[in-house]
């Protein structure tokens, strides 16, 4: 009883407070409370049905495929090694694509049916997936290894019988994050011009500037987001698995010296461009939308409006940068920040943190049209939705990660008389480093993502309203070079948030860079 | 049974430099004759466990060999003849302590054998917590179960390495007691690394004391005492003979190293 009264307070204050600014705003800055929201529920139950579950639908199967692929992904690394490093280059280039550009491309290629949508979704979770995936097949006490090798077994052995079951719980983690994200996935997808589904509601209401069928809308998506992470995790917590440390490190690879690493970067880059290239000559798709390499080549460098094309793009790049990078910044500061306040004063953790990790679930992006009807279309709406996409993982990631502590070290720490203050400065931040990191790498796509939907749906400007717009105008050329444009600046971010983990973790926690 | 053939081990030239220079093990020749028991005694950090690692095959020689009966010991490892407990009881925290044991005979393709497995258990006086996870085990009750998991596969090959460093001292004896007999019928040859100069004496035939890092012998004493060894022979003169003898090569063997001697 007690536990369930913990765990509706938050839920029940949210909601309160909720209602309060609704009708203390009453209609000014466009605000559905939760009344108004139950009464459009009611009025419209079978529209909202008939939406959701053709979502659902699009998102069980992205799901499914995504996750298949990630198993599939990862095996192939497992059995051939030396792969790797090329499998994880390329798989988080797939992950850096802009959803926003490659779901119109999608569309022209796939119709109007629910392809789009389920490949979206499988785009949206296979990453968050073959990443914990790695992390915990690697992740093997060097011991359980050599028990295995003396006893004259090798690598298949290893597999079925340690590795294996050391990474589901990993496994599960990674498919706790992913569930979520495959219904943020499957939205996007009909975004971009599906026939049903809670993704063109949402584009109609937005349209109608209807905002209790907004809001509803929302909460719907939220509620399904949030009773998906829960679901995995109760599974999770079924099968007793323990909690992985920290899940969304990638592999770490030899590092070698400067001509290794880049030798990698070339090899990765041409792997890419082979795909690509001989993905659509095999694939034998009509050059009209499909982009090969030398098309783009040529527009950026032969064609006679070559001046007029690398204008717009880099306008727009500096119209989205100007947005995402404070966003950005400030989501992992503000997540970081509450995680180690709550950490130095535990008592109002009980009430936050259940709170944390349910929104955390809720995709920010379908959200998208409710911030910036509530902030406005100027600077301070995109950045703080971009800052929401980035506070929760991070929030939630730290807040584990300071949880990771050492508790041996704090005893002795705490037996010399340590107050709060020293602990987290000498062991709970070095502890929490790692899963900061993380979240920061991720947070980069996740960033140019909310950027890219905003800019799209409500403020017309930057890289999101060009693919838009060149989308709406069948201008593929000027569409993948945006796609090439966000995904190298986003792979590129991810580098350099990797190169500066490197050097800080050497510093503050050497213990984790070795291995 | 292939179990009565015993395997004798030799090292020849036996060398290994690990990665960062450092030489753990440096042109060691040693024979270790099959079926009998050896305690490899030395300061800690001098290579024992390096030592231990290229006899199962775990690290390759940086030069020198090792040969099982004449064969490589990856290649015998594959037999499934060689069982090693390590310093660190690395039991798999998702199993039961007895599908933990049960394990090392799966993973050397042995038929299943839940008597041999529920003995060794109760031999190594864990009997009752069968159906226990690893994680509600003490430190010591891990490196018994880890014991028993190396003594599952019956194994020619037996290597120890301070298998009883978390064990209470009244259990460490009884085991001293218990355990020989177990190991001794099957001809096995088993090579005990310890730091207790008395359990090397209860334990073990032989004892070659090592130096500091690199290791080499400094001193070859046999254990002329009768099998089995009671708790109370550590009180007889006998005894007493042997482990002063095996304490002095040990710290003539620090003497001898002009680096600590400085010190
Ligand atoms: N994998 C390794 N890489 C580098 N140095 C190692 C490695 N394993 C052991 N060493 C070093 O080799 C020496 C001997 O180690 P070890 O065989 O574990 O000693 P012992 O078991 O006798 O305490 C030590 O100085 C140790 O630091
Ligand atoms: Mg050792």
Same mark, same amino acid.
């Given at each position: ?6 765990? =509706? ?153 340690? *590795? ?29 011009? %599906? ?15 209807? $905002? ?9 998506? %939220? ?13 999770? *917590?079924?099968?007793?698995?323990? *909690? ?54 040529? =527009? ?16 727009? %790049? ?41 929104? @955390? ?32 993982? $991070? ?35 070095? %502890? ?28 017309? @400007? ?54 | 049974? &292939? ?9 020849? +030239? ?7 220079? !450092?030489? #753990?093990?440096?042109? /060691? ?5 099959? +079926? ?6 030395? &300061?800690? +950090? ?5 030592? /231990? ?50 394990? #090392? ?18 031999? !190594? ?41 978390? !064990? ?6 009884? /085991? ?8 001794? &019928? /099957? ?30 012998? !400094? ?17 007889? &003169? ?10 002095? #090569?040990? #710290? ?12």
């Amino acid at each position: 009883m007690t536990a369930l009264a913990r765990r =509706a307070g938050p839920v029940l204050l949210l909601l309160l407070l909720w209602q309060l600014a609704a009708t203390a705003t009453g209609g000014q800055f466009l605000l559905a409370g939760p009344a108004e929201v139950a009464a459009w529920l009611s009025d419209n139950p079978g529209l909202v049905g008939r939406a959701l579950s053709v979502t659902l639908a699009s998102a069980a199967w992205g799901f499914l495929a995504g996750n298949l692929a990630a198993i599939l992904l990862v095996a192939a690394a497992m059995l051939w090694p030396p792969v790797l490093g090329l499998l994880t280059g390329l798989a988080l280039i797939v992950f850096c694509l802009p959803l926003i550009a490659t779901g119109p491309i999608l569309r022209v290629m796939m119709g109007p049916g629910d392809g789009p949508q389920v490949v979206l979704a499988a785009l949206a979770v296979y990453y968050t997936t073959l990443i914990p995936l790695l992390a915990g097949l690697r992740a093997v006490p060097s011991a359980w290894i050599d028990l295995v090798a003396c006893l004259g077994r090798g690598h298949l052995a290893q597999l079925v019988h340690v *590795r294996a079951r050391a990474a589901l719980p990993y496994l599960v983690a990674g498919m706790q994050i992913a569930a979520p994200a495959a219904f943020l996935g499957a939205m996007v997808g009909e975004f971009t011009g %599906a026939e049903r589904g809670m993704g063109v509601l949402t584009v109609r209401f937005i349209r109608d500037l209807n $905002t209790a069928a907004l809001w509803s809308l929302a909460s719907i998506a %939220a509620l399904v987001s949030i009773a998906v992470y829960l679901g995995v995790g109760a599974a999770g *917590r079924f099968l007793r698995l323990e *909690r992985p440390p920290v899940i969304l490190a990638p592999p770490r690879l030899p590092q070698g010296s400067a001509g290794r690493r880049l030798g990698r970067a070339v090899l990765l880059a041409g792997a890419t461009l082979v795909l690509w290239w001989g993905g659509m000559e095999a694939l034998g798709l009509n050059p009209f939308f499909a982009k090969r390499p030398p098309d783009l080549f040529a =527009a950026l460098f032969l064609a006679p409006d070559a001046g007029a094309t690398w204008q717009a793009l880099l306008q727009a %790049a500096a119209q989205t940068a100007v947005f995402v990078l404070p966003g950005y910044l400030a989501g992992l500061a503000l997540g970081t920040g509450l995680a180690v306040a709550l950490s130095l004063v535990p008592a109002l953790s009980g009430l936050v943190t259940p709170l944390a990790i349910a929104l @955390r679930s809720v995709p920010v992006v379908t959200t998208a049209p409710l911030v910036v009807l509530l902030l406005g279309q100027g600077a301070l709406g995109t950045i703080a939705l971009v800052a929401l996409m980035v506070f929760f993982p $991070t929030f939630v990631a730290c807040q584990h990660g300071l949880q990771q502590a050492p508790g041996q070290i704090l005893d002795i720490l705490r037996s010399h008389g340590a107050g709060r203050v020293p602990q987290m400065r000498h062991v709970r931040l070095p %502890a929490m480093l790692p899963a900061f990191f993380a979240s920061a790498r991720m947070g980069v796509p996740a960033a140019i993502l909310a950027v890219t939907v905003v800019e799209w749906l409500a403020t017309g @400007r930057g890289l999101g309203n060009l693919m838009t717009l060149s989308a709406s105008l069948s201008d593929y050329t000027m569409l993948w070079l945006t796609v090439v444009l966000v995904t190298l600046a986003s792979v590129l971010c991810h580098g350099g948030v990797a190169w500066i983990e490197r050097r800080v973790l050497r510093l503050y926690a050497p213990e984790q860079v070795e291995g | 049974m &292939p179990d009565s053939a015993s395997l004798s081990i030799t090292c020849a +030239g036996l060398t290994k430099i690990h990665d960062n220079g !450092v030489a #753990a093990v440096d042109a /060691l020749d040693l024979r270790f004759e099959a +079926g009998r028991t050896t305690a490899l005694i030395g &300061p800690s +950090g001098c290579g024992k466990s390096t030592l /231990l690692r290229l006899v199962a095959g775990l690290d390759r020689p940086t030069t020198g060999t090792v040969g099982i009966a004449g064969l490589p010991p990856v290649q015998q490892a594959r037999r499934g003849v060689i069982s090693m407990a390590f310093q660190d009881p690395s039991l798999l925290p998702w199993l039961t302590l007895r599908k933990n044991v049960a394990l #090392a005979r799966k993973l050397a393709r042995q038929p299943a054998d839940p008597r041999l497995v529920d003995e060794l258990i109760a031999l !190594v006086g864990l009997e009752g917590f069968q159906e226990t996870r690893p994680a509600a085990l003490s430190g010591g009750m891990r490196q018994r179960a880890a014991i028993a998991r190396a003594l599952a596969t019956r194994p020619q090959v037996l290597l120890l390495d301070e298998p009883f460093g978390a !064990v209470d001292e009244l259990t460490r004896r009884q /085991l001293a007691r218990d355990l020989p007999p177990l190991w001794q &019928p /099957l001809g096995t040859t088993t090579l005990l690394v310890t730091h207790s100069v008395d359990e090397a004496v209860l334990l073990a035939d032989r004892i070659v004391v090592l130096s500091p890092r690199p290791a080499r012998v !400094v001193a070859d004493l046999p254990v002329p005492l009768p099998h089995p060894r009671l708790p109370q022979l550590t009180e007889t &003169p006998a005894f007493r003979r042997i482990a002063a003898r095996a304490l002095q #090569a040990l #710290a003539q063997g620090v003497g001898d190293n002009p680096a600590l001697a400085a010190q």
